[in-house]
C-alpha cells in the first residue's frame, strides 16, 4: 500500500468517525431540547393550577350589582362597583392613570336605590376622582378622606345615610 491509499482510507475513516459524533451530537441535542420543553411545560402546568387554586372566584355577570352579606356584621351587606379608570395630575409633569375600586357597606334593603341611582352616583363619583391629585392616593390619610368624602356624596345624593362605611377594594397607580 502507497501512502495515498492509507490516506484516502484515514480520510474516509475520519468521515465515518465524524458523522457517527455528528449524529451523537445532534441526538443529544435533541434530548436536551426535549427535556427543557417537558421541564417548561410541566412548570407552566403546575402555575395554571396554582392561579387557578389560589385566585378568587368573581362573578363577572352584572359587576355593579354584587350584594354579599358580611361576615362581621348580620345586618349589612356590601356592595361593589366596577372599578374606576381614570388619568390623575401630578405636581412634576406627567399624568398617572388610576384604577379604583370601592365596595359600599350598608343595609342590604338600600341596595334597590343604589342600583336606581347608579348611573348618577358613578358620574358624581368619576368626577370627584378626577379632580385629585397623585397624592391624595398614595398617602393613607388623605385615601381615608377620600373614602369618608365618597361616602358623603353618596348619602347626599340619596337623601339620607344609607352607605355606613366606604371601602377600598382595589387601587393601582401607574
Wanted: hydrophobic share 40%; net charge positive; charged share 30%.
Amino acid at each position: 500500500m502507497n501512502s495515498e491509499e492509507i490516506s484516502t482510507k484515514t480520510r474516509a475513516k475520519n468521515r465515518v468517525k465524524a458523522r457517527q459524533s455528528k449524529g451523537a451530537k445532534i441526538t443529544l441535542a435533541a434530548l436536551v431540547r426535549k427535556r427543557i420543553f417537558q421541564a417548561v411545560m410541566f412548570a407552566g402546568g403546575v402555575l395554571c393550577v396554582f392561579l387557578l387554586v389560589w385566585t378568587p372566584r368573581q362573578d363577572h355577570s352584572n359587576p355593579d350589582a354584587k350584594m354579599q352579606p358580611s361576615g362581621t356584621e348580620k345586618h349589612s351587606a356590601e356592595y361593589f362597583l366596577s372599578p374606576f379608570f381614570f388619568p390623575v395630575a401630578r405636581k412634576g409633569g406627567k399624568d398617572r392613570l388610576v384604577r379604583i375600586q370601592f365596595a359600599l357597606k350598608l343595609m342590604p334593603e338600600h341596595a334597590e336605590k343604589i342600583e336606581k341611582n347608579l348611573t348618577q352616583l358613578r358620574s358624581l363619583l368619576f368626577k370627584r376622582l378626577q379632580i385629585k391629585k397623585v397624592e391624595d392616593f398614595r398617602d393613607l390619610q388623605r385615601l381615608s378622606a377620600l373614602r369618608r368624602e365618597i361616602q358623603e356624596v353618596v348619602n347626599q345624593r340619596l337623601g339620607e345615610s344609607i352607605v355606613e362605611k366606604v371601602l377600598v377594594t382595589q387601587l393601582l397607580v401607574f
